[in-house]
């Protein structure tokens, strides 16, 4: 987070609420590891890179730290999917017409 506040990507730096960066919790985890098992069942054929590939098959829940290149390729595919899932939902939803009584006499 501090690199990129100094690099000038700090336009990249997700803020959960005020605070830079995205918390350490279980289910904030849970979340990147959903992400991260439809990715590899859909499209695993395109990831060319060894070290997230080894981080993948090696990835261990309670040891987060062991595995940055798996986490961060997470965190990318959280955040896309997040952008996704978005605008699926913000679609305006059809409204119910509403008749007018007269139409039926």
């Not at 005020?18 to 990715?39: C, F, M, R, S, W």
Request: charged fraction near 20%; hydrophobic fraction near 40%.
């Amino acid at each position: 987070i501090r690199h990129c506040m100094k690099t000038g990507f700090k336009p990249f730096v997700y803020h959960f609420k005020t605070t830079p960066g995205i918390p350490a919790t279980t289910q904030n985890h849970l979340l990147l590891v959903d992400a991260t098992e439809i990715y590899i069942a859909n499209n695993i054929e395109k990831q060319i890179f060894k070290n997230i590939l080894s981080d993948w098959s090696k990835f261990n829940l309670n040891k987060t730290t062991k595995f940055d290149a798996g986490m961060a390729s997470g965190w990318a595919l959280v955040g896309s999917y997040t952008e996704r899932v978005t605008a699926i939902l913000n679609k305006p939803a059809p409204k119910a017409k509403v008749y007018d009584i007269s139409d039926f006499y």
